[in-house]
């Protein structure tokens, strides 16, 4: 079955300090990959996508992410956190047929910035 | 492109009584529309997609159950809830290769 995992259910960092998510994904075909993040109480504001093409992916808020098919990874970068960078971080894959297509998430990353 | 609204924003329910959450979306035709649940310290889980009115499909056994009536309007329902129907629910709307999601609904049940 198609999944995605996310290891790592909780992350610190120092601001300023960089920053690398992990994302593995379960999928057979090419996948089309997205990362959103969740601020508290809000809803999901997509970070950036993955669907063909160039593998290292620019989104906002200055991150990038990588899509590795040997390694079925597709890890959210970004050099320099901020302090305003703390939130939860799902990664998606996109699965299913093209008008069935739905987006099956991981289960989140919290990352909490240390001053 | 896209626009989502949900409301209510939050909800407090007692146990046994309905639910009704609606979504309705903006910008676009022909929609596939989904809801989604985030309970406490867990995930997002799928609850149901539609591809078009009237169509619905469930992917999880549960108390809710959801409706289209209409092309831009996505509706979750249900009869009695249960304390475990507590979360945080999301409506998305995909055209394409796009999803836009709705800014949710805390619904929390005493």
């Known amino acids: 079955a198609q999944s995605v995992t996310q290891p790592d259910i909780h992350i610190t960092v120092s601001e300023g300090a960089s920053l690398e998510l992990r994302c593995n994904y379960s999928?057979?075909?090419?996948?089309?990959l997205f990362w959103y993040v969740q601020s508290p109480g809000q809803g999901l504001q997509l970070l950036l996508k993955y669907f063909s093409g160039d593998t290292l992916v620019q989104g906002i808020k200055g991150f990038e992410a990588e899509f590795k098919r040997s390694q079925s990874s597709f890890n959210l970068r970004k050099p320099s956190v901020h302090w305003s960078d703390a939130a939860e971080y799902f990664c998606?894959?996109?699965?299913?047929?093209?008008?069935?297509?739905?987006?099956?998430f991981g289960q989140g990353t919290r990352l909490t910035i240390n001053p | 492109s896209q626009t989502i609204h949900q409301w209510p924003a939050t909800l407090v329910q007692p146990v046994g009584s309905p639910l009704s959450l609606e979504c309705t979306v903006e910008g676009t035709s022909n929609p596939n529309l989904y809801w989604y649940r985030q309970a406490a310290g867990r995930g997002l889980q799928l609850l149901f997609y539609s591809v078009g009115i009237g169509q619905i499909s469930s992917e999880v056994p549960q108390n809710l159950s959801a409706s289209r009536p209409q092309d831009r309007q996505f509706i979750l329902s249900s009869k009695k809830l249960l304390l475990s129907d507590s979360g945080f629910y999301l409506c998305a709307s995909r055209q394409g290769r796009g999803y836009t999601f709705g800014s949710g609904t805390r619904l929390t049940v005493v």
């Open positions: 999928y057979g075909a090419t996948p089309y």
């Open positions: 998606a894959v996109a699965r299913g047929i093209q008008g069935a297509q739905k987006l099956v």
